[in-house]
């Protein structure tokens, strides 16, 4: 565990691993498999359009949010300048628009409602806009836990069900546990210097408590997630695959 990296998928600082660093890739698949639980969870699945839908999601999550995050004091400590993340989340974030456009010429002209939540949701989350009424645990867990699920459930076949709230609630938890996990390992990675303590059990024993201490078990917790919430997601998807 290397604890002078701000985040434990970080790559060492410079050139290409930044990019990478920046994708923040176990939360960005998660969050794209929020998208593949909406589908598979729908009472129809359209492949073409889930594929659209995630493509749409990763440009405006997994790179706009995340370039537009690291102008907000360079939480991850890249060493891109200010135009490539304001560049990066300009054209992404115009895809994602733009493949919305598309959904509702080919889909329904709803799918601009989407957009529009979409789009606000990247800019005033990642900018702290409206004094950063948008930016908070709650605010994140609708907005990357049930936005994508209802999204790409809605897509699927332009309704919702009992299974849509139920889903859509799920992936809201699922985006708290993250929430919960992250807030205060971020914290100790990037904000604390060091940690002493010493723990007393019953019996009278000590133990040294430090700042890996602190770290490591909500970590193990987040990698855990971010790697069963895919594996939940692909299994439904091959289920729907193989009826």
Known sequence: ???????????????????????????????LSFVCLGAALAADIRYDRLIATLLAFFLAVGIAAHFLDELQG??????????ILKLGAT?????????????AIEVSP???????????????????????LLHGDLQFALLWGAFPFLTA????????????VLGAAACFTLAMVQRSLSNPVRALRRRVKSV???????DGATAQLGR?????APE???????????????????????Q
């Not at 459930?153 to 849509?164: G, I, L, P, R, Y």
């Open 1 to 31: 565990m290397k604890l002078s990296r701000p985040a434990f998928y970080a790559l060492e600082t410079g050139g290409w691993r930044d990019f990478i660093t920046l994708l923040h890739p176990p939360y960005t698949l998660m969050h």
């Open 196 to 202: 002493e303590g010493r723990i007393t059990y019953n």
């Open 153 to 164: 459930n809605w897509v699927m076949t332009e309704s919702f069900d009992a299974a849509s």
């Open 74 to 83: 360079r939480p991850l400590h890249t060493t891109l300048s200010s135009s």
């Open 91 to 103: 054209l992404s974030l115009s895809g994602a628009a733009a493949l919305g456009v598309l959904g």
């Open 110 to 132: 709803l799918v601009l409602a989407f957009v529009a939540v979409g789009i606000v949701a990247v800019l005033a989350y990642n900018l702290e806009l409206f004094d950063g």
């Open 220 to 242: 193990r917790g987040l990698r855990y997630l971010s790697l069963g919430t895919p594996l939940l997601a692909g299994a439904l998807i091959a289920l729907r695959l193989l």
């Open 212 to 216: 890996v201490d602190l770290i490591d």
